[in-house]
């Protein structure tokens, strides 16, 4: 079944004008910043297709800004992003990109932090709020950000993937779906695991014990966790590095 | 989810004596294990959204970023004052359909039902009839746990999306979904509710996609007033016991038949229909100009 549950059809809750090119594009922006997780100084951002033809009309440039805000769907400073985006002193940029895309509705997002880190996503919004992140620092991946996702940069070496999942295991944690790619054989990969359950920071501390580890991003932008009540707005302040991150030196 | 067509749903409903909103919340919760009461409270919360964005578009400035839509919801409520519209009561939910669709192409919070392009049917039917009948916030949200299953077949069985099949996918199934769940908070029995769906789908059937300048404005905004309208219709029908000749499952059928037929150029790319009028030409040349200009 395409659609699983009521809220797939009722719902999202968003600020609009649209589902794919407003509701999407906040979720690929969020999606992204968890994904560098820590509050980016710079945002450059280049849409595709239809995102390129009507971003203006559609608010996809102040929706994926807001995303990268950490703000939800239905944000009420929505439309206000780029301003106070500014006003934290991010640098932002929009380009139209040509060349070959994967869906009409594509957005490459690069962005980075004050320590200099950087990371860069290509996300496609697939309809009614629904997107795909099909790409992550050059690796091929598939990951719906429906689900608490687990984002791990590691060695390509034989046992990695058993060690992480063996990890979920003694967690009680159930994958719903998991994608891998790497760059080279014994090189860098990329494994990227939606879960049903929240994800702890004790999983993380055990997951960044596992010694083919690089680093781990925590992309979880379903708010089924955080009890965010959606009539108020919280107050602006993006969320500090630790939260989305943990660096298995730590 | 224990059905996959409205029939069946039909008797479940039937089999275990219970509305299909209270079935859907059921079926909600098994789904997600989350508690039944979570996800009436977050369904409630969607309701609030819904009622605040009535009341967003019957009183606040709704331009929108392009400048080519707004206050057409206030204009149709100042009418429906000072003159005995030809719709009667029917106008208020017109009235309420237009508020919620002119806040979300301003960029204001809705919620999607199916889609932000139809977001304002629902709570149109929803809130005018809430205030007619004096019924609680309650008895509304089991109605949208009953609007959501009846967008659950649908969305599973053919589409909800414009990009996909064109207007009839989205504002088609938008007043599927209120006219069946409005049936039921009327005291329609779940089978009543089902021919409501198919009598007002079959209104819809071919609808195309083809918004100006590829915005959610013109003419989706005028298509929820409308749909709002033809949904209290439908309700009425079935209501009446009038039962929709073709089931309502095989009218979902022609709908993904007839969607899948539609050229690319009806299906929201605003390559054809009323986007590529030469009026609507031109609105796409000036949204470009105020794309190139500093500060958008």
């Known amino acids: 079944m395409r659609f699983k549950d009521v809220f797939s059809i009722i719902g999202p809750a968003m600020v609009g004008p649209s589902s794919s090119h407003t509701a999407g594009a906040a979720r690929i922006g969020r999606s992204a910043r968890h994904l560098l997780g820590a509050a980016p100084v710079k945002a450059d951002v280049v849409f595709y297709g239809s995102f390129a033809a009507t971003y203006a009309g559609h608010g996809t ?7 990268i805000l950490d703000f939800s769907t239905d944000d009420a400073r929505i439309p206000d992003a780029i ?47 629904n997107i795909e992140i099909v790409e992550i620092n050059g690796f091929r991946v598939k990951m719906t ?88 707005s919280p107050e602006l302040g993006p969320k500090g590095a630790d939260e989305n991150e943990i660096s298995p030196s730590e | 989810m224990r059905f996959r067509h409205l029939n069946e749903l ?23 294990g989350q508690s039944p009461e979570a996800e009436f409270a977050k369904m409630a919360d969607y309701y609030a959204v819904m009622k605040d964005a009535v009341r967003r578009g019957l009183t606040e400035d709704t331009t929108s970023r392009s400048g080519l839509t707004g206050l057409d919801a206030q204009r149709v409520a100042a009418y429906n004052e000072r003159s005995s519209p030809n719709l009667g009561i029917a106008g208020e939910a017109m009235a309420y359909a237009l508020a919620v669709s002119e806040v979300n192409a301003s960029m204001g919070r809705i919620i999607a039902t199916p ?36 967008g659950y077949v649908i969305a599973n069985n053919s589409f909800v999306s414009g990009a996909e099949g064109g207007c009839q996918a989205e504002v088609g199934s938008a007043i599927g979904m209120a006219a069946g769940a409005l049936t039921e908070l009327q005291g329609g029995n779940p089978a009543q509710a089902v021919h409501a769906v ?43 016991g009038v039962r929709s000749a073709i089931p309502s499952d ?16 009806h299906r929201e790319t605003a390559g054809g229909g009323l986007a590529q009028t030469p009026t609507g030409k031109a609105i796409l040349r000036n949204l470009s100009a105020l794309r190139n200009r500093p500060g958008n």
């Open chain 1, 61 to 67: 440039d102040v929706a994926i800004i807001g995303g």
């Open chain 1, 83 to 129: 301003l106070l985006a500014e006003e934290l002193g991010m640098e932002i940029s929009f380009r139209e990109g040509k060349g070959l895309y994967p869906h009409p509705n594509t957005a490459r997002v690069k962005l980075t932090s004050e320590a200099g880190e950087s990371i860069e996503a290509v996300g496609t919004s697939i309809g009614g709020g």
């Open chain 1, 145 to 232: 950000a429906i689900y608490p996702t687990l984002v791990i940069f590691h060695t390509d070496l034989p046992g990695v993937i058993a060690d992480i999942t063996g990890e979920l295991k003694e967690e009680h944690s159930n994958i719903g779906y998991m994608s891998v790619d790497r760059k080279s054989r014994s090189g860098d990969a990329l494994t990227v695991i939606e879960l049903d359950t929240e994800i702890t920071t004790d999983m993380l501390n055990q997951l960044g014990d596992i010694e083919a580890i690089q680093s781990i991003r925590v992309v979880d932008i379903t708010d089924r966790f955080s009890a965010v009540k959606k009539l108020q």
């Open chain 2, 10 to 32: 039909a008797k479940l409903c039937a089999d275990e004596q219970l509305g299909i909103g209270a079935l859907m919340l059921a079926e909600q919760a098994a789904e997600s």
């Open chain 2, 115 to 150: 889609t932000a392009g139809s977001c304002g049917i629902i709570p149109g039917v929803f809130v005018s009839c809430q205030e007619r009948f004096g019924w609680s916030d309650e008895h509304m949200t089991y109605g949208l746990f009953a609007a959501g299953a009846i």
């Open chain 2, 198 to 240: 198919g009598l007002a789908l079959k209104n819809t059937l071919g609808l195309i996609c083809d918004p100006v300048g590829g915005l959610v404005e013109v003419p989706c905004i005028v298509r929820n007033g409308f749909g709002a309208v033809t949904a209290l219709a439908a309700a009425d029908m079935a209501l009446a």
């Open chain 2, 250 to 265: 095989e009218v979902i059928q022609v709908m993904l038949e007839v969607g899948s037929a539609m050229p690319e150029k």
